[in-house]
């Protein structure tokens, strides 16, 4: 009978039911959904399997320890009870991170100090030497999170987070993260035999992750993951696991996928990255204005992460984009689904029209919102 383990898979706040499915399509059991990740629960394989497959997970941790606290010493005293030594090698280096709501002690760096501590003595203890510190790029990173009573010790089985695919050659200012757009993608529905347009481009993250998943191909198979440390870590069903999903790739899938900018190094960036990822062949690039440029199909899924300003004269010149956004949905995209991803909540109200549905996104703090319009040809315009 195989063992199971408990994970939990952190995710960007408001895709928890997204990654609750692919988790499930995964194999996942016990699946719990809860604010900012997923809870579940598996065999050792499901944990490779996620690490390679999940394209919305930040990040697959393995959970260790989970009981009450009172101090810092209770916290000393559930680290210092795992047995480190039989996890990893004391020649990985390490870094511990602790995460709080409604913590009511001092200081979560001193926790975090204490918990480094109970690793080191693990190892001292039983080999007489300690792992070192790396706060840059640790083979092996400890999280502990902490409410108000409750504590829990968790190994990161990933490494890097997830949303770093290991293919990004070029990024814009601010890229969107690539997990948060694989999850834009399964929010707005977008199947892979559908056309997508994403007409503001930027560095291509959208257009990546969508023919990713047309061609089937893993997010993490260009990457290497923390677990690859582990005592238990088997090279084999690893490789058996990486060897089913490379024969379940359709390298010559047949795509719609669009992509445009009216920026010449803007394109040459998503092109690169297109290449370093595999799929340039899959999707079509062109330099044109979102404000002029036509559908390029039959109806299909337009997505678009639309730039947003701080300074006074960035909103001043949004105020006229966004209605000249809808004129051009309304113009040329009839009979499609258009998304706008935003962090300027102004957008829903200036671009006059009636979103059908909102969902709040967060990219890292930052509050934002997806609107969903239903371009059907006469119906979507808001009365000036």
Known sequence: MKQVFHYFAPCPRGLETVLAQELAELGALGIA???????????????????????????????????????????????????????????????????????????????????????????????????????????IRVHVFLTDRQQTIYIDTSGEALFKRGYRRETGGAPLRENLAAGILRLAGWKADEPLLDPMCGSGTFLVEAALIAKRMAPGRWRNFAFEHFKQFDAIVWNETKQLSFAAELPNATCAIYGSDDTPEVL?????????????????????????????????????????????????????????LGNALKQRFAGWRAYYFTADLRLAKLIRLSASKRTVLFNGALECRLFEYRMVAGTNRKPT
């Open 33 to 139: 959904p809860t604010d900012g990740g997923v809870a579940f629960h598996g065999d050792w394989q499901l944990m490779y399997r996620a690490n390679l497959h999940s394209r919305i997970a930040s990040r697959i941790l393995w959970r260790l320890v989970e009981r009450s606290y009172r101090s810092e010493d209770d916290i000393y005293k559930a680290a210092r009870s795992i047995e480190w030594p039989e996890l990893f090698p004391v020649s990985c280096t390490i870094k511990v991170a602790v995460t709080g709501v409604g913590c009511k002690l001092r200081s979560l760096d001193f926790i975090a100090l204490k918990v480094k501590d109970a690793v080191c003595d693990s190892f001292r203890a039983a080999c007489d030497e300690r792992p070192s510190v790396d706060t840059a790029k640790p083979d």
């Open 268 to 324: 040459a960036a998503a092109r690169a990255n297109l290449t370093a990822a595999e799929v340039g062949d899959a999707v079509v690039l062109e330099e044109a204005d979102a404000l002029e440029r036509n559908a390029p199909s039959q109806p299909g899924v337009l997505v678009c992460n639309p730039p947003y300003g701080i300074r006074l004269e960035e909103q001043t010149w949004l105020d006229a984009l966004y209605p000249m």
